[in-house]
């Protein structure tokens, strides 16, 4: 099994939210779909349960942002009455980050955990209004295992899956790019009654990658990533050892400062075994 680290939701830069996605008091896990002028889909597609989504928008972020369009991918709580028959989580992915995958054989049975920018929120005492407070962090939000994978070239490519009629990435892709649709498994190998994926809902500190108290691109790791066990078969884009350290806080730790910029971090579980049990007792243990 390839577990794949997969970076989504808003994030700094300008055009992908600019603010961090919200953990509600209860643990809740909300993660914020960036941005798309493309799109028609909107904050109405969104599954919070008892959460006014549109209220924590509107007292978390600037006025414009309940108007905007979202792109909701991956597509893991989409609201059962706007799912189409047959429903299941999927993900979109192009360009570069389709390339990297494809380079590094990731396929059925895989394992995409997703993570992004957050930070908790509460209720102001006086304004009874959300607002964020404490660090914010990277961390996981979500999973998704990998039943089907499709290039999309064509249309007819997509017929036997009609539920992807309501995913951003229902279209061939351009020339000789890529268009990579990843379809979950319609049951969860790890947990009963449960779709292949889907949202990490019950919040601890177990699912935070940033290292406490430093910027959030470096990270905290269980020692069981650490690439210097097996430098040749490292995180995809972390084979440079530098990147890699001792936490002097934690013996079972590592310290990783992750590159800039990247979408998708592969890691083969053959040469590093123990990350499966790892990543397998993160989603038991937070829906």
């Known amino acids: 099994m390839k577990i794949i680290l997969s970076r989504k939701g808003f994030d700094s830069g300008k055009t992908n939210g600019c603010f961090p996605s919200p953990i509600l008091p209860n643990g809740q896990i909300i993660s914020f779909p960036i941005p798309s002028s493309k799109s028609d889909l909107s904050w109405d597609d969104i599954e919070t349960g008892d959460i006014d989504l549109k209220e924590l928008i509107s007292d978390l972020l600037p006025p414009n942002y309940l108007n905007k369009m979202l792109h909701l991918d991956p597509d893991l709580n989409r609201k059962k009455?706007?799912?189409?028959k047959d429903w299941r989580p999927a993900l979109g992915q192009v360009k570069a980050a389709a390339g990297h995958l494809i380079n590094q054989n990731v396929g059925k049975n895989d394992l995409f955990l997703f993570f992004g920018w957050f930070r908790?929120?509460?209720?102001?005492?006086?304004?009874?209004?959300?607002e964020y407070y404490g660090p914010d962090f990277h961390a996981l939000f979500g999973w998704l295992e990998i039943e089907h994978l499709i290039d999309v070239k064509e249309m007819k490519e997509l017929e036997a899956y009609p539920f992807l009629s309501i995913h951003p990435h229902y279209y061939p892709a351009k020339n000789e790019e890529h268009n990579l649709i990843f379809i979950a498994k319609e049951r969860s190998d790890f947990v009963l009654n449960s779709f292949g994926g889907g949202m990490l809902n019950k919040f601890s500190s177990d699912l935070i990658l940033t290292k406490r108290g430093k910027p959030r691109s470096i990270w905290s790791l269980p020692k069981c990533l650490d690439a210097r066990e097996n430098p040749e078969q490292a995180l995809s884009y972390h084979s440079n050892l530098t990147r890699w350290g001792d936490d002097a806080d934690n013996p079972d730790k590592v310290i990783l400062r992750t590159v800039a910029r990247g979408q998708e971090f592969?890691?083969?579980?053959?040469?590093?075994?123990?990350?499966?049990?790892?990543?397998?007792n993160l989603i038991k243990n937070h829906i």
């Open 81 to 84: 009455e706007k799912r189409t």
């Open 266 to 280: 592969v890691l083969d579980t053959a040469y590093f075994p123990k990350v499966k049990d790892w990543a397998i």
């Open 120 to 130: 908790h929120i509460k209720r102001n005492s006086q304004t009874r209004k959300w």
